[in-house]
């Protein structure tokens, strides 16, 4: 079974913090993904990554920065978290065949992120 | 601009009767949708997929129905069941036309709840 992991389940910080999430998955997944989930608005994506050190941006990424130094391991960074990236943020990765990317994602269990 | 779309946020539904999820999408260029099931507190898990040469694929109880010239998808449940009680969120990718990563597009989600 795949399975991804993400660093916390519950953060609470600070307006302002330098904010880290992590996600580590298991299964040799070239694609990681960040969403944020909040309500009315369903899954949105942060940015991703297709490859190590490799990023792209995905429909909101402004506040957010991510880094992909391992295969395994992808990080979302909030440079400086304000009160409106409050949410619930999801990891999620995707297999790789030759060019061909499987659509099926897996997701961790999301980080509940609040921002006071 | 909400390229996928479930407009109706919450659907009620007795035990062993039908559920009828929708979702409608935009993009013409979408050719795989898939649909993701989301308890609180996990990360969603993926539930039934239908590629665009199809108009319809089963797995058990789910089963997905796709009409391409209205651009529009939904997911039947039958018998529903009180642990299909939860957030549904349909999904869309492309898949051909160049490398798309497996990017995903998310509606909105739907919660389900089934009465005992």
């Known amino acids: 079974d795949v399975k991804v992991t993400q660093s916390s389940r519950y953060l609470v910080k600070r307006t302002g913090e330098k904010v880290f999430l992590e996600c580590v998955q298991d299964m040799d997944h070239e694609n990681m993904f960040w969403y944020r989930q909040d309500p009315g608005l369903g899954l949105r994506l942060i940015y991703f990554?297709?490859?190590?050190?490799?990023?792209e941006k995905g429909d909101i990424p402004e506040g957010y920065s991510v880094s992909r130094e391992k295969k395994e391991r992808f990080s979302l960074i909030l440079e400086s978290a304000s009160t409106n990236q409050t949410s619930m943020y999801l990891c999620?990765?995707?297999?790789?065949?030759?060019?061909?990317?499987?659509?099926?994602?897996?997701f961790g269990p999301g980080t509940r992120l609040t921002v006071l | 601009d909400q390229q996928v779309k479930q407009n109706s946020p919450s659907l009620s539904v007795q035990e062993g009767r039908i559920s009828i999820l929708n979702c409608d999408y935009t993009?013409?260029?979408?050719?795989?949708f898939l649909w993701y099931k989301k308890y609180p507190a996990e990360g969603p898990t993926f539930l039934i997929s239908i590629s665009s040469i199809k108009d319809k694929n089963e797995d058990g109880r789910f089963t997905v129905f796709l009409n391409k010239s209205a651009k529009h998808l939904s997911l039947h449940i039958v018998p529903s069941q009180p642990g299909d009680s939860a957030v549904y969120f349909c999904?869309?990718?492309?898949?051909?036309?160049?490398?798309?990563?497996?990017?995903?597009?998310f509606g909105q989600g739907t919660i389900l709840t089934v009465h005992p």
């Open positions: 993009n013409s260029m979408f050719d795989y």
């Open positions: 999620a990765s995707s297999l790789v065949s030759g060019r061909w990317s499987y659509n099926e994602q897996f």
């Open positions: 999904a869309a990718s492309r898949r051909s036309g160049g490398t798309s990563y497996g990017k995903l597009t």
């Open positions: 990554s297709y490859d190590v050190k490799m990023k």
